[in-house]
């Protein structure tokens, strides 16, 4: 089977901080930012962006819809 | 009709519901958590629909005195903010209250004191129910726990405000306003163009002029006006108490919680119960009225109250005024902007509770 690598792409603009994906995620690859976006709130980042496998956790979870993840086979 | 179902956003709802309640106007100012208000009013351009007036203002304070002059022109308006924006509200919200002019305000609160967190709390209870403002008033603080409540909530406050001329708040937290539930939305309702008879809208041949004002120079005319205000108090504290109880018929120990909270106590009456610990929960709706005679009912059938809120003990006194010392009244909240888990909440039930 081929090895599956993924990458999230994070609206940081729409994200509330409430760190449901960072929690759902088996690999560590999301952490909150110590930066804030224009509202105040620490947004998800892939803190680990070569941990990321693609399983869209992440996404499912999110309340907001804020995350899209893309997946290559390599 | 059948009724609209939309996926929405706890501040999403409150704008959407006062577009659909008739609101004749909205002055606001961003604020996180509550922002998403003013962003959801100036897309949706309802001056261009209903013909409501949306501005933001240069300033809460400006903005809760442009609701004040809205409202003495008979006017459904409206205001919404955050803690630390409700708290510039409060010189024009008891003027308001002393001209007993309708209004709705919505308080989407975060954690305190001062700047504090962006994060959900509920510690403006004592500021909400007890007057945040300066003399003997009260404000009608309605507590919602959903989605769904949210935007009930609005057009349910708007009929309250007009019908005891007073103040109405919403008091929801940084968790409601953000969340995203299914909302039933309500058919849109008309702007009423009536004139209302107390409103200063020019004076008719017909009749004196209406005169607004909280202001009365004569100590014997304010405190005739003092004695009026507390008789509309209590007929509210008589006719609009609203509650909802949960597994409270077999009950030894007692959950009082509204909004988030209520929520999270939910899951802990289920878990508690689940250990063979029989609790039940009571959520007010109305924080003011508050429903006391229902908690000193179940105070003398109860082993002891438990008030779970999200600040450091505030609607505690008010449930122990109700139980008047019939059981132990005990308070478990996290602050800050820290939800309480529901397990939290049962395991300090258990050491504050059932183990002392």
Not at chain 1, 29 to 48: H, L, Q
Not at chain 2, 266 to 276: D, I, P, W, Y
Not at chain 2, 283 to 289: E, G
Request: some cysteine; aromatic content about 6%; charged content about 20%.
């Amino acid at each position: 089977m081929a090895k599956v690598k993924g990458s999230i792409v994070v609206n940081i603009e729409r994200c509330k901080g409430c760190e449901i994906c960072m929690i759902s995620c088996p690999t560590g690859t999301i952490a909150m930012a110590k930066e804030v976006n224009s509202k105040g709130y620490n947004y998800a980042w892939p803190a680990n962006p070569d941990l990321c496998i693609g399983c869209a956790n992440c996404a499912i979870v999110c309340p907001d819809g804020v995350i899209t993840v893309y997946r290559t086979k390599i | 009709m059948e009724r609209e179902l939309r996926l929405m956003k706890g501040n999403e709802a409150v704008a959407e519901a006062a577009i659909r309640a008739g609101a004749d106007g909205y002055f606001g100012y961003p604020i996180t958590p509550q922002s998403e208000i003013l962003e959801y009013l100036m897309a949706s351009k309802p001056w261009e629909t209903t013909g409501m007036v949306v501005l933001q203002a240069e300033s809460e304070i400006a903005a809760i005195n442009m609701v004040y002059g809205g409202a003495a022109c008979g006017k459904k308006v409206m205001t919404t903010s955050s803690s630390p924006g409700i708290s510039l509200k409060q010189e024009g919200i008891t003027y308001i209250a002393g001209a007993e002019l309708p209004c709705l305000i919505v308080n989407v609160v975060r954690g305190g004191p001062g700047l504090g967190t962006i994060q959900p709390a509920q510690s403006d209870y004592f500021q909400a129910t007890k007057g945040g403002g300066h003399g003997d008033y009260h404000l009608i603080v309605l507590a919602p726990a959903s989605v769904q409540e949210m935007a009930d909530f609005v057009g349910l406050g708007f009929d309250l405000a007009f019908r005891y001329r007073n103040p109405v708040m919403i008091l929801s937290d940084g968790a409601i306003g953000q969340m995203m539930e299914k909302v039933y939305l309500s058919p849109p309702k008309e702007r009423s163009e009536e004139i209302l008879p107390w409103a200063t809208r020019g004076k008719p041949a017909t009749r004196e002029r209406n005169i607004i004002t909280s202001l009365d120079l004569d100590p014997k005319g304010q405190e005739i006006f003092n004695q009026k205000l507390i008789a509309k108090y209590n007929e509210i504290k008589e006719k609009e108490v609203r509650f909802e109880e949960f597994q409270c018929d077999d009950a030894e120990y007692l959950f009082v919680a509204y909004g988030t909270s209520a929520r999270v106590c939910q899951k802990s009456v289920e878990l508690a119960r689940g250990e063979g610990i029989k609790a039940g929960l009571l959520r007010p709706i109305t924080l003011f009225p508050f429903p006391s005679v229902r908690i000193n009912e179940l105070s003398s059938k109860v082993k002891g109250i438990m008030s779970v809120e999200m600040s450091a003990g505030q609607m505690v006194e008010d449930v122990m005024l109700a139980a008047n010392g019939k059981v132990p009244v005990v308070h478990f909240g996290r602050m800050g902007g820290i939800v309480t888990t529901p397990e939290e909440v049962v395991e300090n039930l258990k050491l504050k509770l059932m183990e002392s």
